[in-house]
């Protein structure tokens, strides 16, 4: 007999085990029955806190509905590069105490 607190207990092993659940992008549910008038957020992607250090950018996407009454989710890492940053020089850091000093250390 499956009980139906089941969810619940689910949840506590994540807390335990410390998986992280990636959140969806786009609709939260990527499931629902055939009237649609229950959803239920069936697929995840469940990693540990140590896979972000080698892939910090993770996102998920929800797809569309192919199959009547289901959305598969995608796992992408999304970076967002918008070019080289401006470099800003004011001319009150030349005021600065160690300006000169910091300048050195950094670039020699």
Known sequence: MIRRDWGLGFTRLLD?????????????????????STFSKLDRF?????????FPHLT????EMKIPNHRPILLLEHRVDYGQVPFNLFHSW????GFDGLVQDSWW
């Open 60 to 63: 998920t996407l929800v797809l």
């Open 46 to 54: 469940l990693v540990m806190d140590c896979f972000f250090e080698s």
């Open 16 to 36: 335990h085990v410390e998986f992280i659940d990636i959140p969806l992008g786009g609709p939260r549910f990527n499931w629902s029955d055939k009237w649609r």
């Open 94 to 97: 030349f005021d600065m105490d």
